[in-house]
């Protein structure tokens, strides 16, 4: 018997054995576990919702359990922000609430009513860029562009925190922000630079 054989048996093997299981499990028990799933997965449910991106009024009917990012990306089709983990580690979807920098993935939309959420498409004034999207190009603050919007929207953050003293302050503060293609020090000459330049932006 080749190897190829083996392992078509072997499979169908395991796939006959889970289904005999699953067959035995006495209906009692499945029920149970599809009202416990019903529990802990709770049904649909919509809520209306005033929200004013990129100085545009919105008004929304969502699903409570809908994140701002896939509100943004999947509703709204503002594809700019970017999903790279969805569970708080990369940094890739932030954006400002009330001009504070956050994560969208992290925050369920329904919480947000009258809130002000400025997106990376909301910061050029028309064919004008912001000064720090303009310093990314100058100083060469990306690559393949994945992380960048997040990049942006955290250093504007950063620079009106008051967070760029130095170099290691400038990382510190930009250290939820993870680039793949390590683009780390045009970012940070990137912040620099708007931060020498303006103090408030
Ligand atoms: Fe939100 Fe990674 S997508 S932190
Ligand atoms: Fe490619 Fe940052 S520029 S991940």
């Known amino acids: 018997m080749d190897g190829r054989n083996l392992y078509s048996r072997r499979f169908f093997l395991k796939t006959a054995g889970f289904f005999s299981a699953l067959a035995a499990i006495p209906s009692s ?29 919105h008004k929304l009917e969502v699903d409570t359990r809908t994140t701002l990012l896939d509100l943004l990306r999947e509703d709204l089709h503002l594809t700019g922000t970017k999903k790279g983990c969805d569970h708080g580690q990369c ?88 680039c793949r293609c390590g683009a780390y020090n045009g970012i940070v000459e990137s912040i620099q630079k708007v931060a020498h330049e303006t103090v408030h932006i």
């Open 29 to 57: 028990v499945k029920s149970l576990y599809y009202d416990a799933r019903r529990l802990i997965i709770p049904a649909k449910q919509k809520s209306k919702l005033n929200l004013i991106i990129n100085k545009t009024s």
């Open 91 to 178: 940094g890739a979807c932030t954006v400002h609430i009330n001009g504070e920098r956050q994560l969208s993935c992290l925050t369920l939309a329904v919480t947000l009513p009258g809130k002000e959420v400025t997106t990376i498409e909301g910061l050029a004034n028309g064919e004008e860029l912001h000064p720090m999207q303009a310093a990314f190009i100058e100083c060469d603050g990306f690559q393949c562009g994945y992380c960048t919007p997040g990049q942006i929207m955290s250093a504007i953050g950063c620079v009106n925190e008051g967070h760029t003293g130095s170099v290691a302050e400038i990382k510190e503060f930009m250290s939820g922000n993870l």
